[in-house]
């Protein structure tokens, strides 16, 4: 099964920090690296900084996380 598209709603960065943002000095949840005013405009700043970190933490590949993510909802909804 294929992930749903990303719709940068911020929803696991603020959930769970990833391996690479904790190894950078992130907490555990809710990740410092997390940028943006609000969902479907967050990005993360340590990709921004090391792009080669893009491929192996999977950005934009697709949000595993649909369920009980309200901020993906409304992305979602405001778009249409």
Do not use: W
């Not at 929803?11 to 969902?39: D, I, M, N």
């Amino acid at each position: 099964m294929r992930a749903k598209p990303c719709v940068r709603s911020g929803f696991c960065c603020k959930v769970a920090t990833c391996a690479a943002g904790v190894a950078h000095g992130a907490p555990q949840r809710g990740c410092t690296f997390l940028s943006g005013e609000r969902p479907g405009e967050y990005a993360c700043e340590l990709v921004k900084r090391k792009p080669e970190l893009t491929e192996p933490m999977a950005i934009g590949e697709g949000c595993g996380s649909t369920m009980f993510n309200s901020a993906r909802n409304q992305v979602l909804s405001d778009r249409t």
